[in-house]
């Protein structure tokens, strides 16, 4: 080149320049059609190995110039562009070698000195600084860079003007370019992310998961548990609590199965309040206590809304084998199996087996979930203890201060019948009271867990339906042994209280 700058050498300068971009580009864009979006590891390759590669044989067979300027371009943008560490480092080295080779071209041993230390520096400070860099000083560092760059090829190299023009064409062209391919990159995996996620509770979609499941078989990972969900009575809630209530709780039985599962399983969201757990390796001999464990995540706990607090049911078959539409088949048997003996619990991968999970309200009393709601908001602010059963006395909702004076937790509490607490035999006259559907007044005694015995006065009603009795509403107070009982109103019910 020459070594002087005219009105006749700086447009071949620029169109030198262009033609060196042009070269780039053409191998970045041929990277990301082909291989970035199938094969990573070529891409990577391509990106680290390739590059370097043809620019010297280009230098050093092709008899074309490429000054310092153009490596410290390669060397950014491969920086830019590769997110991998070890394969940074690896197109490094290359760009370093491809930079020293000149002495044995050319023999111009103290030039090529020169160029590998500036290399090497820049090197050591992109390694420096890449944990600490958000995408704004990335971009910043990649312009003062090769800006640098171009001004470092200006002091060192002979043909200086020469030099300088062409590394500065070819820096900016290519900061437009990357700067191009960023903007669109980030549109394509936010549209490929939309796609593949839902947008309401971030699972997997329909077409998400046929790229996991296609991930997973590349990885040899394709088979192990699916585990089908269901959330109970959904439809219920969502009809009396509304759309945007219902969305929070697709939102927030999503956000603890996500809890739940590692970085290499897959919660799927099929539609409507169905969801999908999809876990690799995973084996008939662990597979039962994985789902037990999700299902005491979403049922163990209350959830809090802004318009009070609710105990949720949900239901879960599963299957353990290929993942296949087969398996997934099995599970959501399992998972019918599930709600017809009752809701709220799991079925197990064999037929006619459920696992012993107790549900927080039968399949029997649907009637009797929204006074379940309705309750808990109302005992919210009560001091006297309340329990509500269903018809066949298991308990369904219990408030704090029933989970105080038992010394037993809800969730200890929440599907037992109400004589796990007793301390004596249960009078006959209770019975046939409640069974004429009439309310019973009266005392009995009770132990707690650490074998405590007291007595508690107590009024037991019996919730009927048209001519079924589908519940009973228990509230009770303790009281000596020797104290009769005292109740507040006409109807013999304890008054609830709050002081």
Not at 11 to 29: H, K
Not at 145 to 153: D, K, M, Q, R
Not at 355 to 378: E, F, G, Y
Request: glycine share 8%; net charge negative; with cysteine.
């Amino acid at each position: 080149m020459e070594h002087t700058m005219n009105l006749v050498s700086w447009p071949q300068f620029l169109i030198y320049g262009m033609m060196v971009t042009g070269l780039l580009v053409g191998v970045w864009e041929w990277d990301d059609f082909v291989f970035r979006r199938g094969w990573t590891r070529s891409s990577r390759l391509l990106l680290s190995v390739g590059t370097p590669i043809i620019l010297g044989v280009a230098k050093y067979f092709g008899h074309l110039e490429m000054p310092l300027g153009i490596f410290v371009v390669i060397l950014i943008a491969q920086w830019y562009l590769v997110t991998d560490f070890k394969w940074r480092m690896l197109g490094s080295v290359m760009i370093l070698v491809a930079v020293f080779a000149r002495p044995v071209f050319i023999g111009d041993s103290v030039h090529a000195l020169i160029d590998v230390i500036i290399m090497a520096v820049l090197i050591m400070v992109l390694v420096g600084a890449r944990s600490r860099l958000n995408e704004f000083g990335v971009r910043i560092l990649l312009y003062v860079s090769l800006t640098a760059g171009a001004v470092a090829s200006m002091i060192v190299n002979r043909d200086a003007v020469a030099d300088l023009w062409v590394s500065i064409t070819v820096a900016s062209l290519t900061f437009t370019y990357i700067m191009s391919w960023t903007d669109r990159t980030q549109r394509w995996q936010h549209d490929i992310y939309r796609a593949e996620h839902d947008a309401l509770t971030g699972s997997l979609t329909r077409y998400g998961h046929v790229a996991w499941l296609t991930q997973s078989e590349m990885r040899g990972r394709a088979e192990g548990l699916v585990v089908a969900c269901d959330v109970d009575d959904f439809k219920w809630f969502n009809d009396t609590w509304g759309h945007d209530l219902g969305d929070q709780v697709l939102h927030a039985i999503a956000t603890r199965l996500q809890a739940e599962i590692r970085s290499q399983d897959a919660l799927v969201r099929p539609g409507g309040d169905e969801f999908t757990v999809w876990i690799p390796e995973a084996t008939s001999a662990n597979a039962e206590d994985i789902v037990e464990r999700l299902h005491r995540s979403v049922t163990e706990h209350p959830y809090s809304f802004s318009v009070g607090t609710f105990r949720l049911g949900v239901s879960m078959g599963w299957a353990v084998g290929p993942f296949s539409g087969d398996t997934a088949q099995k599970a959501d048997q399992n998972l019918l199996e599930a709600k017809r003996q009752g809701k709220n619990r799991v079925a197990r991968d064999a037929p006619g087996r459920v696992s012993t999970i107790p549900p927080d309200w039968p399949d029997s009393t649907a009637n009797l979930k929204w006074l379940a709601d309705a309750t808990t908001a109302l005992w919210s602010v009560w001091n006297t203890a309340a329990v509500l059963a269903n018809a066949d006395g298991s308990i369904v909702a219990v408030n704090q201060a029933y989970e105080r004076l038992t010394g037993r937790s809800s969730h200890e509490l929440i599907g037992q019948k109400p004589g796990v607490m007793s301390g004596d035999d249960t009078p006959d006259e209770l019975w046939q009271t409640l069974r004429e559907k009439k309310p019973w007044h009266g005392k009995l005694k009770n132990s707690r867990p650490d074998g405590t015995i007291w007595w508690a006065q107590e009024s037991i009603i019996p919730i009927v339906v048209g001519t079924q009795i589908v519940g009973y509403w228990r509230i009770l107070q303790e009281c000596a042994p020797d104290v009769q009982p005292n109740f507040s109103s006409d109807a013999g019910l304890l008054s609830p209280g709050h002081g």
